[in-house]
């Protein structure tokens, strides 16, 4: 009988050890299911497209793309998080700058945080480079364009009940005359969250 119980002790040990352990599974991007009704990647692509489509085709940026020679220099400024949650927006910077850049409908100026090593660069040339090759200095691009934004989220909630809408704007600036271009927003993201009745 001492045995049967040993036995029984350990069965239920290790069920439970196996049931606590972490699982990981590999799931393809876009995918993967949502846990916690928080911003995630495909968030990110949804409003992306979504705003960077309705730009580009919108009349007023049609007119100002028309009224220039060549294609828009466009740099993405900061897309700031005003939102309850804690949300990564460089991922959404960075996103814009990716989409912009293999538009075909713009072109693209490098963000300011990527200019201190292209300047270090510089400088380096100037110093130690054959000077026939060496990169000349202040003949940078400067933008047509800055496109900067904000997250927010609107948030309802009732006893185990949450409905968390996402709001994010975005305005195109001339950056020469401070006239906006154009103005967009994406609310189309809302997701209803239903707390377990039972936690462990």
């Given amino acids: 009988m001492k045995n ?20 990981v599974n590999r799931v393809a991007t876009g995918t993967a299911r949502e846990l ?5 990647e495909r968030d990110v692509d949804i409003v992306c497209t979504s705003l960077l489509d309705d730009m580009f085709y919108s009349a007023r940026y049609k007119e100002y793309a028309q009224s220039i020679e060549g294609r828009p220099l466009i740099r993405v400024g900061s897309f700031r998080n005003e939102s309850d949650e804690h ?19 713009a072109d693209f100026v490098a963000d300011r945080s990527f200019l201190d090593d292209l300047h270090a660069e510089q400088d ?33 909630k009732s006893g185990r009940h ?39």
């Fill in 124 to 156: 380096y040339g100037l110093d130690y480079a054959n000077p026939d090759e060496s990169a000349s200095i202040g003949n940078e691009s400067a933008p047509d364009l800055l496109l900067q934004g904000t997250v927010r989220t609107i948030v309802q």
């Fill in 4 to 23: 049967k119980l040993f036995y029984i002790v350990i069965a239920v040990l290790v069920l439970v050890m196996t049931s606590c352990a972490t699982s």
């Fill in 36 to 40: 916690s009704g928080f911003w995630n």
């Fill in 87 to 105: 949300i990564d927006t460089s991922i959404v910077t960075s996103s814009m700058q990716n989409a912009i850049f293999n538009s075909g409908l």
């Fill in 162 to 200: 949450e409905v968390r809408t996402f709001y994010v704007n975005a305005q195109l600036t001339d950056v020469e005359t401070g006239r906006l271009v154009w103005s967009g927003e994406n609310s189309e993201i809302s997701k209803e969250v239903t707390e377990a009745s039972v936690r462990w």
